[in-house]
Structure formats: C-alpha cells, structure tokens
C-alpha cells in the first residue's frame, strides 16, 4: 500500500523535505514512468492516473515529494493542451462557485491574482465578478490562448516585475502540488497580501479516504504532480508562510459526460468500457469526491513553526 513507508530512509543533506527541511525521506512509492517525462506527461487532462515519479515521505513532517523532479519549470512553458481548453465551460462553473465562497469584492478592496492560471478561465471569471483580477502562467502557449480571449494573463511565475501586489486575493488553485518548492511559492503569494487579503488554495488531499481505497491508482497520482499535501501538512506550511488557515471546504468539480467516461475507462477492463451517446456527451456532471481541499487563509499574528 501506498501509505506504508518502507524501512528505506533517503537522509542524504541534499535531498530534503520541501517543507520542513528535514534530511530524512522514506520512499513510499517507486517511480512507474516509462522513460524521460515530456511536456504530454504535465498536460492538465493527462489521464496516466498511478503513473509518477518515485514518492518519499518525510519522517517528521510526514510530507510526500517527488523528491527527484525539481527540474519541470521546462515542462510547463511549452506546455499544450487542446483537451483542456475544450471543458472551458465546465471549468468556468467550477471557478464561479469558488469564487462564490469569498467575500464579495468592494470598491478598494477588490485585487485578484491567480496563480498558475492556465488559459485565465478564473480570472475570466473573477472579473465577471467585480474583481480587478490579473494571472500569471508559465505555458507561453496558454497566455496565447488568454490573450485570444481578451484576459489579462503575464508569462512567468512568481516572483514577476509585474505583479507587485497588494492583492486582496491571491489564488493558488490546484498549483501547489505542481512545484518542487511549494513552501516558497506560498510565501511569495503570502508576500503580496494586502493587509486583510486572503490566500486560497486548492490542491489534492493524499490522506483522502478515496486516496487510500485507490491506493496506488489514485487518479491524483499522476506526472505532473510532485507534492502530495494533507490537512495538517498544509496547515504546517500556510504557518511557516506566516498565515493562519481561515476556513476549510471540499470542492465540487464539473465536467462534460463524455469527458469523464472517458477518464473512467482508465480503470476499466475493455469488455467493459462504452460509448456516451453524442446527446449525452456535453451533459454537465458534478463530481464530488472529498479528495481535495480549497483552504483560506489570512496572514497571521502569531507565527506557528510547528508541524
């Protein structure tokens, strides 16, 4: 099973937590990719679900990393992805009900960035909101596609000369999980908080009862995804960014039938698999499966370096 360490400990100085700093890693996991990653294996709606890189835990934090993946900036800038422009509109919902759970914003009090924010679906959406809202996104081909639409998205990531802050709200929604430093991508977006900003942040839940029904074969086990967080893990890491974790939802996703059916074939033996009648296909589905998390959080009075 997956969250069973091994008795192996990685404790080499180079090779730390990401969170904690701690030498010692236990490898949870070996690597199941089949040669070098591309640019395909980091594309949003891969479907490679249980293909990743070797895991390691940390002994004391009880962080999980890809230890060995730090160099996938490359990936994400030449990074494609027709699959994923085309549930635009699905994703849109998924962004309006996020954004639905924040104060509404108010005049001086309404700086939006989103973090990592592909073809700018949420900034398309904060903006329909009220929000003066800007993203920054590493793949040049997906800032082409927000420009196509008319959305203020920068190429680049944090820290960017142009996003100086302060911003009311920052968003860091299914980002955090992507990097091999997320502790530092955190504080730099806690860093650009205006005094009662909020930081949200949205990212898979390994301790999840799904991720440890489906062990292995979690569909978040993929790629792209380097860093595996849980509740407390999370809460440890906004605290070493000096904020204090405001409030905790599980997140409802939206997809087209078709779309999902076609992901569910990936634990389906062929016998089984079926075609959605084209009527069908674009039927708008709910999935709320409780193995996410979207966290808020404020900057904090007190600093918490505890996990």
């Known amino acids: 099973m997956v969250n069973q360490p091994s008795d192996d400990v990685v404790s080499a100085p180079i090779r730390r937590c990401w969170l904690c700093g701690t030498c010692g890693l236990r490898r949870i996991k070996e690597s199941t990719l089949r040669g070098d990653p591309t640019s395909r294996n980091f594309e949003i709606s891969n479907a490679d679900y249980g ?13 999980c990393q890809c230890t060995d993946m730090v160099d ?18 699905q994703r849109a919902r998924q962004k309006r009900v996020l954004l639905n759970r924040l ?23 904060a903006i329909a909101c009220g929000y003066d809202a ?6 040049r081909r997906f800032c082409a596609r927000a420009k196509h639409h008319g959305l203020p998205v920068v190429q ?16 860091l929604v299914d980002v955090v999980e992507h990097v091999p430093d997320p502790l530092d991508l955190i504080t730099r977006a806690a860093r650009l908080l205006a005094d009662g900003g909020v930081l949200v942040v949205v990212t898979p ?26 509740p407390e893990t ?57 193995d996410s998390m ?10 918490d370096t505890a996990p």
């Open 51 to 63: 293909t990743t890189a070797a895991i390691d835990q940390c002994v004391r934090c009880g962080f």
């Open 72 to 89: 996938v900036l490359k990936f994400y800038e030449d990074l494609e992805d027709p699959a994923y422009e085309m549930t635009r509109p």
């Open 103 to 125: 104060p509404r914003p108010t005049a001086g009090a309404n700086r939006l960035l989103d973090v990592g924010a592909g073809t700018g679906i949420l900034v398309e959406e």
């Open 134 to 139: 800007i993203g920054v996104e590493p793949s």
């Open 156 to 171: 680049g990531v944090l820290p960017h000369p142009d996003l100086t802050g302060p911003y009311d709200v920052v968003t």
């Open 205 to 230: 839940d390994r301790s999840s009862l799904l991720a440890r029904i489906m062990g292995d074969q979690w569909w978040h086990y993929r790629v792209a995804h380097i860093g595996y967080f849980d």
């Open 234 to 290: 999370l809460r440890f890491a906004l605290a070493k960014a000096g904020l204090q974790q405001t409030e905790f939802h599980r997140p409802t996703w939206y997809f087209p039938l078709g779309y999902l059916v076609e992901r569910v074939h990936r634990y389906l033996p062929r016998w089984a698999r079926f075609k959605v009648p084209a009527r069908l296909s674009d039927l708008v589905i709910p999935v709320h499966l409780r």
């Open 294 to 303: 979207m966290v808020c959080a404020t900057k904090a009075q007190t600093r």
